[in-house]
């Protein structure tokens, strides 16, 4: 059984910083995408930065220029480096990961690790 774990999160001052890491468990044949998401109280999921087993990444609008993702995603460890924290960036952060053996998508989450972005 795959296992995601999340580490790295806490309660920072705004404008600073603060590296997730993720690490998982179980199979890694046929990794695709590795990626955070995150989700404030009352707010949907969403999609934070994508890193794809190709190397290319992807940010939300909302964290370019302060947050990067990176990784060995073959070994299905990544890791989100967040700095100039905001309190709008106070959420839990998950990580994703996608698989695809034999045309089937396996997608796998962590248990989530709480960042507060608070003075």
């Known amino acids: 059984q795959v296992q995601l774990v999340e580490s790295g999160g806490g309660l920072v001052q705004p404008g600073g910083s603060l590296r997730l890491s993720c690490a998982a468990s179980?199979?890694?044949?046929?990794?695709?995408?590795m990626d955070w998401y995150r989700q404030a109280p009352g707010n949907e999921r969403e999609l934070v930065a994508v890193?794809?087993?190709?190397?290319?990444?992807n940010y939300a609008d909302s964290v370019k220029g302060r947050f990067t993702i990176s990784g060995d995603i073959a070994k299905s460890t990544v890791y989100l480096q967040m700095t100039s924290l905001k309190p709008e960036d106070t959420a839990v952060y998950y990580c994703?990961?996608?698989?695809?053996?034999?045309?089937?998508?396996?997608?796998?989450w962590g248990q989530g690790t709480q960042v507060t972005v608070s003075s």
């Open positions: 994703h990961r996608e698989r695809v053996v034999a045309g089937v998508t396996y997608e796998s």
């Open positions: 890193i794809t087993i190709g190397g290319s990444t």
């Open positions: 179980g199979s890694t044949l046929g990794i695709t995408v």
